[in-house]
């Protein structure tokens, strides 16, 4: 059944609903894919379940030769994705694996460039590897005892973690067939008072845990009433035990117990789900609760079972129903924590299918009931963290070749003042020294480029599962999206995207070998009308990937290779379909004559770090010439100062060659001009102010300078025109932020009820309409995705809204007043920043609730 799927590919693959539950999982999956030796299989087995692989048969006897397991029956260890890859794994009798099979993934990394079979050959690395064996991802260190397996470039979050999968599930069932040697924990020795304990005394001290399952978090319609509520506890501890069933009753069941045996009881207190399940059946298992201790998972059985006739603590609540389990392994220990784990199926109501699920509590005895308190639990460090170990030299020079880079640019004016026109060293020396590293280092070596695809791929996460095990698990972009959040917010998107992208330096190197070796009379820019209508592709490009990604993370994925990264730095041009090596090749000849053509006109993720820099805290100096001389508008490569001498911090690169010229006494023509007039009268050249001018020989009131260089046109100093909204004048104190709130929160205004007032009346009803989605999402009536469409709606609906009335954005730190007139993208990128917060403030909030549907 699965065989044509998998040869068809296994992103998103169909999965049968009962795969989880059915008892011959070989009629739905190749088994014998995995364990190509066997002749039959038998029906699933043990806890965790697994199945065994049977040879030929020898005097009428099966020969077993080893086991077939289901990963998301054991662990459900997430990808890069937050799902987990569905791999199908065989193992032989000596605990040596014999064959992997990945049935279903949600990587959308594996699409193109990094195709799945990348992913089937990393994979392969293990046939023949023992469960027993140190397995990581990464270098052999036989002085360690590890075993490295080779990672594949470009997806390191997915292999971790499927190595994560690999070994736990393989363990998880040599443990229990006796390959591997079980987990020894030391018995539990009880601190005993002889007290009986009321229930709110046993819930407060942790002794009682709850487990509630709300119908929304299994796809289905909501209700007040939870899908099930369980309590359950430990019965063994004589304390606890004769709590909550009476001394008789405690007596009773502890003289049916073994030395080792354990018993822990579960009521249902609400909800009509039973966590019985099939358990009535004679023989059966109860399938729908399980214990997991470390690795270990205990199931009941019929015999496992004991009836619970009544609580007896004073405060216990009323339960329909109730057991006593009995766990039988000598490998259970009362003195270590331990879950409860509630199996149930969860329904996608966008397509009706199910999946498997799990709802774990954890439970972990008191310390004051044990004597001595908790035993001390060294756990084994997670995937990420020994990325992080063994890779600390490479990590540290990169986070220190971060800061050093940031350290230098917050103190680019004296850089540029130290450079002129003619001699730009000072500056360009440390720029140039970027370029190479973030091209050597960052780019080929770590292969650490950023792409649209993680700002996509974040975005969903915060959204619907966050996971920072996931992201930390590459510890090189981790650290660089630090620095890119954090400098756009100080400096725009510059800093990054001219200094510190990969890409984007090899671009602009090319750019200046192409001057070098002759080609400088062909070099130049688009002619300014052009630019000034292609700057925009790649915002029509990126908010196209975000809509689509909402839909169709997978088809978004695809269409991200607009980005040529993965090509460049990821997999190599060399080893991709000759389509994508002729971009690359294509972006990268344009580039010997255009100056950085793609980071202008194409990137998607310079287009999503140019919106938040609409509102970056520190800009580049202008002086009131800025808006007749054109000096720096004719020599900015990037095409970001307009005919008022205004910089577009969105479009500029940082390349800071205006800033050069903005204290170049030489370069500058206003203070050429000056510098030539004192000169000529023999007048004292003082140094450069802040302003950009020469300090006056004598005192000069700054209202006199400001009276006069208003009346000489727009102020360059400001994107656009300064704006002063009257309804802040004077405000302050809780009168300011009042109305702070409310600009944010209320887009409507005198002014645009006067101009636009059919739009006003329709945006009413549109808030009241969104509104509404909000709380039908919070009633569990509306799913996440209908919800982002409301969202989106609302969004478009308040930048046109905005624009009829508060046509005013705030520049610089929000907590000053530099308000100025709103461009249309200035709108939206203020609303669509805006509206990102708040949508995933209220859905991150409603997840917590567990009210949304995803």
Not at 641 to 668: F, N, S
Not at 669 to 674: D, G, I, Q, R
Request: net charge positive; with cysteine; aromatic share 12%.
């Amino acid at each position: 059944m699965m065989a044509p799927r998998a040869q068809a590919g296994a992103y998103e693959a169909k999965l049968p609903d009962d795969l989880h539950t059915a008892k011959d999982l070989c009629a739905l999956v190749p088994c014998a894919d995995v364990f190509p030796a066997a002749s039959s299989f038998s029906p699933r087995m043990g806890q965790p379940p697994y199945v065994e692989a049977y040879g030929t048969a020898e005097a009428g006897k099966k020969k077993l030769l080893g086991y077939v397991m289901l990963s998301t029956d054991i662990t459900d260890t997430p990808a890069y994705s937050g799902k987990p890859v569905v791999t199908l794994i065989g193992m032989d009798v000596t605990g040596h694996f014999t064959g992997i099979k990945v049935l279903k993934h949600s990587e959308p990394i594996l699409l193109l460039g990094i195709p799945e079979s990348a992913l089937l050959k990393f994979n392969q690395q293990y046939v023949g590897k023992s469960v027993t064996d140190k397995i990581e991802v990464g270098q052999t260190r036989a002085d360690e005892g590890v075993l490295g397996v080779d990672a594949i470039s470009g997806a390191t979050v997915t292999v971790i973690a499927q190595n994560q999968v690999l070994m736990t599930s393989g363990a998880a069932v040599a443990r229990q067939v006796g390959i591997m040697a079980p987990v020894v924990r030391e018995a539990a020795h009880y601190a005993v008072t002889g007290q009986h304990y009321s229930w709110e005394q046993l819930v407060k001290e942790g002794a009682l845990q709850k487990v509630q399952v709300k119908n929304e978090q299994l796809g289905l319609e909501h209700s007040d009433t939870p899908f099930i509520e369980l309590w359950f506890g430990d019965l063994n501890h004589p304390d606890i035990g004769r709590s909550l069933l009476g001394d008789n009753s405690w007596n009773n069941l502890h003289s049916q117990l073994k030395p080792h045996e354990h018993a822990l009881f579960v009521i249902r207190t609400a909800g009509k789900e039973s966590f019985k399940g099939s358990g009535f059946v004679r023989g059966g298992i109860y399938d729908r609760v399980q214990v997991k201790q470390g690795g270990d998972s205990f199931t009941f059985r019929d015999l496992d079972y004991l009836n619970l006739y009544g609580i007896a603590a004073d405060g216990a609540p009323a339960y329909t129903e109730s057991a006593i389990f009995v766990i039988r392994s000598k490998g259970f220990s009362a003195s270590y924590p331990w879950k409860l784990s509630f199996l149930g199926n969860r329904i996608d109501r966008a397509t009706g299918s199910k999946s498997f699920t799990s709802f774990d509590t954890a439970y972990w005895m008191p310390a004051s009931y044990l004597e001595g308190g908790r035993p001390q639990i060294e756990e084994a460090a997670a995937p990420w963290v020994r990325v992080w170990k063994s890779k600390a030299l490479e990590i540290t020079l990169f986070a220190l070749l971060l800061v050093a880079v940031s350290v230098v640019y917050a103190f680019r004016e004296k850089l540029t003042r130290l450079s002129t026109h003619k001699n730009k060293w000072p500056v360009n020396a440390f720029k140039y020294s970027a370029w190479a590293l973030s091209i050597g280092f960052v780019g080929f070596g770590a292969m650490a480029q950023p792409s649209i695809t993680q700002v996509l791929t974040w975005f969903h996460a915060l959204l619907f599962q966050w996971t920072w095990s996931l992201f930390l698990t590459d510890p090189f972009i981790f650290l660089f999206w630090i620095f890119i959040i954090v400098t756009v917010f100080l400096f725009g998107r510059g800093l990054f995207c001219g200094w510190m992208c990969p890409f984007g330096s090899l671009s602009e190197a090319m750019y200046k070998l192409g001057g070098l070796i002759g080609l400088k009379r062909f070099q130049g820019h688009l002619p300014r009308v052009w630019h000034d209508r292609l700057k925009w592709v790649k915002y029509g490009i990126f908010f196209g990937l975000l809509t689509i990604s909402v839909f169709s993370m997978g088809l978004a994925e695809m269409l991200a290779e607009v980005e040529p990264f993965k090509t460049t730095f990821l997999v190599g041009i060399s080893h991709r379909a000759w389509p994508y090596g002729l971009f690359v090749c294509t972006l990268l000849g344009l580039s010997l004559f255009i100056e950085r053509p793609y980071c202008k006109y194409i990137c998607p993720l310079g287009a999503s770090l140019a919106m938040p820099s609409t509102f970056r805290w520190f800009g580049l100096r202008r002086k009131q010439d800025c808006n007749s001389c054109k000096a720096c508008a004719v020599g900015c490569g990037s095409l970001a100062i307009d005919a008022a001498g205004r910089i577009d911090h969105r479009e500029c690169l940082h390349c800071l060659d205006c800033m050069v010229l903005y204290t170049d006494v030489k370069a500058c023509p206003p203070l050429a001009k000056e510098r030539k007039r004192r000169e000529r009268d023999g007048l004292e050249i003082t140094a450069i102010g802040r302003d950009g001018y020469f300090i006056p020989i004598h005192p000069v009131s700054v209202d006199t300078v400001n009276t006069v260089s208003t009346k000489q046109g727009p102020d360059p100093r400001m994107p656009t025109d300064p704006v002063a909204p009257p309804h802040k004048a004077g405000a302050r104190g809780l009168r300011w932020l009042w109305l702070e709130l409310r600009d944010h929160l209320w887009p409507w205004s005198a002014e645009g009820w006067a101009s636009q007032k059919a739009l006003q009346i329709a945006g009413l009803s549109l808030a009241l309409a969104v509104s509404l989605a909000w709380l039908l999402a919070a009633m569990g009536r509306l799913s996440s995705a209908a919800i982002i469409g409301w969202w989106f709606g609302w969004s478009v609906y308040e930048v046109l809204i905005r624009l009829s009335g508060r046509r005013y954005v705030k520049d610089g730190p929000w907590w000053q007043a530099n308000y100025r007139y709103a461009s249309v993208m200035d709108m939206l990128s203020y609303v669509g920043f805006k509206n990102l917060l708040i949508g995933a403030v209220l859905f991150l909030t409603l997840k917590t609730l567990g009210l949304l549907l995803v």
